[in-house]
């Protein structure tokens, strides 16, 4: 069975400095997406990024972006330029295509952020 | 806007009661993912239709049972409450189930289930 691990349960962050959140995962498939999702106090699931396992490079969205190891089973989530918005719990997750998995999202504890100004 | 609403968003049940949670996707979304989030954990993967028809259950109990319609809109429905149950409960819809896995999921605001 696939496994997402966020150590984090709490981070801080100064505005305007940068934060990476870690997440790191266990699979047997070679082929499957990850991806970070934001829930602020709306309680709304935000997609923040997403990284496709068979692709090397790091995807990027804006001040987001991430570190991907798939050797390590590690997918980092770097927030730049923080912005007081950017406070929420952070989650990461694992998405496989392929058998049984019905494509759910399998989710890590999450992480607190907090951006102090 | 989100593109899928969740209702009612707060919700109180005494044990042992059944509860119907709501949700409307986006037009054209095919696939309903229901997920429970307990306090301050990760969403759990309760179970998933794709046109009308469950094809994908997480390891819940069959008092945890779904529908889904023709017009975009899908229950989850609770028998026998449990005091566990408290959680909040996420909808999640996508294009299909490889358009979820490969692109994300939109998802609604949910809905606060307490169970007392």
């Known amino acids: 069975a696939q496994t997402v691990t966020q150590s984090q349960p709490e981070m801080s962050v100064q505005e305007a400095e940068t934060v990476t959140l870690s997440c790191t995962y266990d699979?047997?498939?070679?082929?499957?997406?990850l991806f970070w999702y934001k829930q602020p106090p709306s309680r709304q699931m935000i997609l923040v990024i997403r990284q496709e396992a068979y692709k090397q490079q790091n995807a990027t969205e804006n001040r987001f972006s991430v570190n991907f190891q798939k050797a390590a089973k590690s997918f980092s989530l770097k927030i730049s330029d923080s912005q007081l918005g950017d406070a929420a719990m952070y989650f990461c997750a694992y998405s496989w295509a392929g058998g049984t998995s019905y494509g759910k999202l399998t989710f890590g504890q999450g992480t607190i952020l907090t951006v102090h100004p | 806007e989100t593109g899928v609403t969740q209702s009612p968003t707060h919700l109180i049940k005494t044990r042992g009661q059944q509860v119907t949670l709501r949700c409307s996707s986006q037009s054209g979304h095919n696939t309903v993912s229901w997920y429970q989030q307990a306090l301050g954990q990760g969403p759990q993967f309760i179970f998933q239709y794709y046109r009308e028809e469950e094809n994908g259950r997480g390891n819940f109990p069959p008092r945890f049972s779904g529908l889904q319609f023709p017009n975009y809109s899908s229950e989850l429905n609770v028998n026998a409450l449990e005091l566990d149950d408290s959680a909040l409960y996420l909808c999640?819809?996508?294009?299909?189930?490889?358009?979820?896995?490969?692109?994300?999921?939109?998802f609604g605001s949910g809905t606060r289930l307490t169970v007392v």
């Open positions: 699979t047997s498939e070679s082929d499957y997406y």
């Open positions: 999640a819809s996508s294009l299909g189930t490889i358009q979820g896995a490969l692109y994300g999921y939109t």
